[in-house]
């Protein structure tokens, strides 16, 4: 024999369905924030260690040649990259600016640069890094 009333129907009633949808969302509110300042945190980390990989396998070139490479293509064809980073920022491989040496240095790339826009959650300019 079921236990309970034969004429009561089992599920959820609004109110409770509505407390429970009200709890989510509040819960959402407080997570969501916190999710998209992680993703921008880290897309910033990714392009500091990018540009710092990029530097250090130029001083690298420089050391062994003698000379500036002629564009961060070379860079990773001679291995002192493993490849052209994708600008987390832009989500290029193109956007990246090339500084190119005074004279009388030899070369096309001295130094790299993001060429997103904007600032970092620091204030600064990514340009800037």
């Known amino acids: 024999m079921l236990s309970g009333s034969p004429n009561k129907k089992q599920g959820f009633t609004l109110v409770e369905l509505l407390v429970v949808l009200s709890i989510l969302a509040l819960l959402l509110t407080l997570a969501v924030p916190r999710y998209f300042k992680s993703i921008e945190r ?55 600016i090339i500084i190119p040496p005074e004279p009388p240095l030899e070369g096309e790339v001295y130094d790299v640069q993001s060429g997103a826009t904007g600032t970092a959650q620091d204030g600064t300019k990514f340009s800037t890094w």
């Open 42 to 96: 880290a897309k910033e980390a990714t392009l500091k260690h990018d540009l710092n990989s990029m530097r250090d396998g130029i001083d690298k070139y420089y050391a062994d040649h003698g000379k500036y490479p002629e564009s961060l293509e070379e860079l990773s064809k001679q291995k002192y990259i493993n490849k052209l980073p994708i600008d987390p920022i832009t989500e290029s491989t193109s956007t990246w």
